[in-house]
């Protein structure tokens, strides 16, 4: 049994509005943050006195994964309006995770790479903003 685990609710995805010094402004209406994560790729070093000839690698490049914002879709809101805005721009700009209570805060530079409506028949309107981090992210727990 677990006793430290928590549930998303209160969590924020929050855009920096790039003055000095930085203030965060959270997205409106978000139900879901995905995709906030770091790897490492390896090279495959093997060579022919490798021991026992178990492979042998070496570290490479470390990687972001592609984050998703998902959120009702609100076609008159500044989000929407900031989203699209970075999108359509060529510069980085920052985001804030902050899991709730502010326990966990991510500060990542991205790129916003799109912006996707859903417009079900039978349900709520929603948008997804997708971003990619570029650099190293910054990790405060």
Known sequence: M????EIG????FRRG???SPEV???LAEVTAINGISVSKDVVDATHM???ER??????SIKRTGEI???MNFDPDSTTTTNCLADVAS???RNYQFASPNDDVEWTILCFAVGFEIGDPVDDKMTATFTLKPTGKPGFIA
């Open 49 to 51: 006195s490798s021991t």
């Open 54 to 59: 178990w492979e042998d690698i070496i570290s």
């Open 9 to 12: 609710h209160g969590s924020e």
């Open 2 to 5: 677990t006793t430290n685990a």
């Open 17 to 19: 509005d790039d003055a």
């Open 68 to 70: 998703t914002v998902e």
């Open 90 to 92: 060529n510069s980085s």
């Open 24 to 26: 965060f402004t959270a």
